[in-house]
Structure formats: structure tokens, C-alpha cells
């Protein structure tokens, strides 16, 4: 059992910057590929960004390269993602994930899920 839990959401304007952080709980932390995901209403949930245990595999949708990054901190079991020049479009909840391996979360198939945070981007 693994406890997933999201901060950081908010409102922010078009071309500003936020930063979510996922911290995790109940098994060990590294061993875990961990993702963003989001949804917007009337929208399929969507992945935005995968990091593998040690970092050395990283997978963005085309959608947020260049604008997004992801990163974690096995030390204080979190993983974060950086979202910069925000759009209208990227309004969605975001939640995060944690697989057993890079496949099952890519695939939007993760082990755990996080109850998510709301990002809304004004234009």
C-alpha cells in the first residue's frame, strides 16, 4: 500500500509558473516509477510526465515539452513537477502515480493514484 498526496494547485494566470509536489507514504518510495496525470471536465484522463526510481528515464507528453518538468527526492519520498509558461489549456485536476514500473504508468495503467489538485490557468 502506497499513500499518495498532491499540493500545490491554484489559480494562476496564462504564462505563469507552478510547482506540485507528491508526497508518498506506506512502502519504499524509490522503488517506484512515479507520473502526473490530468483530467479536464468532459476530458479523458491524460499522462503528462513519468520518472523512473533513479531518475535516469524521463517521459514527457508533447503537449508540456519544454514547458514542464519533472523531478524527485527519494530523501524526502516526493517527486514535483515544475510547470512553467502556463495556458488556458492546461487546466485540468492533476493527480499523481506511482508503478510498479516505467510501462504500467506511461500506459496510464499506475499501481497507486494521488486524490489530485486543481490547476486552473486564466487567460
Known amino acids: 500500500q502506497v499513500q499518495l498526496v498532491e499540493s500545490g494547485g491554484g489559480l494562476v494566470q496564462a504564462g505563469g509558473s507552478l510547482r506540485l509536489s507528491c508526497a508518498a507514504s506506506?512502502?519504499?518510495?524509490?522503488?517506484?516509477?512515479m507520473g502526473w496525470f490530468r483530467q479536464a471536465p468532459g476530458k479523458e484522463r491524460e499522462f503528462v510526465a513519468a520518472?523512473?526510481?533513479?531518475?535516469?528515464?524521463?517521459y514527457y507528453a508533447d503537449s508540456v515539452k519544454g514547458r514542464f518538468t519533472i523531478s524527485r527526492d527519494n530523501a524526502k519520498n516526493t517527486v514535483y513537477l515544475q510547470m512553467n509558461s502556463l495556458k488556458p489549456e492546461d487546466t485540468a485536476v492533476y493527480y499523481c502515480?506511482?508503478?510498479?514500473?516505467?510501462?504500467?504508468?506511461?500506459?496510464?495503467?499506475?499501481?497507486?493514484w494521488g486524490q489530485g489538485t486543481q490547476v486552473t490557468v486564466s487567460s
Open positions: 502515480a506511482a508503478g510498479r514500473n516505467t510501462i504500467v504508468v506511461v500506459t496510464g495503467a499506475p499501481d497507486y
Open positions: 506506506g512502502r519504499t518510495f524509490s522503488s517506484y516509477t
Open positions: 520518472i523512473d526510481w533513479n531518475g535516469g528515464g524521463i
